[in-house]
């Protein structure tokens, strides 16, 4: 799309992923239409929390990636396939890694996160990580492999036993049938630390179930392409070990990933952008964050952060895109305040554990009220018809 097309006092959306994509979609379906364009380099969508079930093969890719030019239509919001790579703060401008520069009235940053590495020497260049539609085709390729060759005592770790270490190793384990023994190492005294006790104690069952060796207070002190080192917390004195393996998957955390900005901002420890309560950036004028390049104040003084979660960047979209509705007709802008709908977590194949909204539910039946609950929060009615037909379908 030509520069001229694109109006100075648009608010432009940095990132397609669950929080940039609801504010862009909530802006143009308002009963006052805000002009919206959004900036997302990627052809598909990609429903993050499903990605599990596209790597046992339960959902199809169309089902939990559908194409942007697919969920925009008729929307009003304009689509550049463009990398956000500067934002020029006092000029109210963003350049492109076409070189455009694309002046805005507002500007929202929901560029989301990348794999923290805390420093660790090799996790960049030999562990897997888990957040793209590429990290899964690479992942089933070394099941397969892992399946056909049945060599004695293959191996493969998960590095983190927060939620997506614990979805993740359940459904290897699964998908690879005995033919792998499955680690999963954690630095912190548990598994699922925040998590609803219920659901804790179900994922321990499903870990025992499987057979995949949990070790808890366990730092990882460097990755190599055969295996990766140990060092027991709190034991200065012990040897490290050395952990054979044939694959490294890193869900040890999340570090905020936030375009160039001039003049620079603070950003957080974890590399994101610092927000006052109604989720603007600290320093700069009209600009906001949300999702996981955000950082704002948390009303529960014992939780450093929001969960990383899609709840909680559907209800920032919400109330980013009410602010900025506010703030264009002068009315004062509401704080974020987290609603916690509960917890859902995929246990294996066909298996989930559910605590919220009134349920506390485990096996095939959470697995399917789960499958639902993430249908309702597809992005547009269009696409949660067909994944609803397309599963319906598949009951019939």
Known sequence: MPPAEVEPTAVVVIGGGFAGLNTALQLAAAPQPTPVVLLEPQERFLFLPLLYELLSGEMRRWEIAPRYQQLLAGSGVVWLRERATRINTSTKTVQTSTGRQLPYQSLVVATGGRAETYGIPGVAEH????????????????????????????????VGAGASGVELSCKLADLLEGSAIVELIEQGADLLPGSKAFNRDQARQALLKRDIRLRTNTAVTAVAADGLTLQRRGDAGSTPERLSCDGVIWTGGLA?????????????????????????????????????????????????????TAQVAYQQASCVSHNLRQQASGAPLQAFNWNDLGEMLGLGVGQASITGMGVTLAGPGAFQLRRLAYMARMPGLPQQLRVAGAWLANWL
């Open 127 to 158: 562990a897997l990580s888990f957040r793209s539609l590429e990290d899964v085709e690479r992942l089933q390729a070394l099941v397969q492999r892992l399946r056909q060759q049945q060599r004695p005592l293959q191996r493969l770790v998960i």
């Open 256 to 308: 905020g990933q936030v375009p160039a900005l001039d003049p620079p901002l603070p950003l957080d420890a974890r590399g994101r952008l610092i927000c006052n309560s109604c989720l603007e950036v600290i320093g700069a004028e009209a600009l906001f964050a949300i999702g996981d390049a955000a950082a704002c104040p948390f009303r529960d003084a014992e939780q450093a952060s929001h969960p990383a």
